[in-house]
């Protein structure tokens, strides 16, 4: 059984939001996504982009919104969605909301683990795509993102997204190698993150969720009460 890491100092925060470099992200869409995704992960990108189809909102908070890949691909329920976008990276920030300029986002600098300080918004979706596995700290830290967000969903609202796992799925035969890289460089921080602690996280907080499995990836979505959707 894995032993939970101690959380975080707030440098280890900074750092990890830091590795996604201006370089990094040029690169990003079509070498993280387009390859390592399927090849290595398992899970090809469309795999994520249906659930973007499935759940995004009118109002929609991205949190960790990388380039913005998927928000320009998917399936809008509108024309004119609200989107605001969240990292402490500001370079992916500034990357994101250029590459979605189309949709004017307001884009906020924040620690997702910390109040996220926006104001009265309410959305109707929250998407954290290929975020848990980027936050330093064990599943039951990095979990606190869900409650951070609570506040902002509209009766009814959606959280989904999707993460690496280190345990509990169906590694192809290059992704542990590949997890002690990416570890080791500061890329990811999941050492130890299986599909039972976030089945658990996610149980202790609502009732109303799926997860399942793709490769090495988790893929979960959560429906609060209230609402029509």
Known sequence: MSTEPKPPAPEEIEEGAAVY??????????????LVC???WGCPRKVMKRLHDAHVGERHLDLGPG??????????PVAAPRVV???LNAQVLRKASR???AFNPKAVRRDVLQPLDLGDEQFDSVGMNMLLHCI????????KVFDQVLPYLAPGGRIFGATVLSEGVDHRKAAPKFLEQVNNDGIFHNRGDSLDQLDAELSARFDDYELTS?????IFSVRVPGGTR
């Open 38 to 40: 399927p090849l290595v």
């Open 21 to 34: 470099t201006r370089a990094l992200l040029a690169w990003y869409d079509m070498v993280a996504l387009g």
């Open 67 to 76: 380039t913005g890949f998927f928000l320009r691909k998917c399936r809008w």
């Open 136 to 143: 330093p700290g064990g599943m039951h830290y990095k979990a």
């Open 99 to 101: 590459k979605l300029r």
């Open 85 to 87: 976008l969240v990292d």
């Open 214 to 218: 793709r490769g090495s990836m988790g």
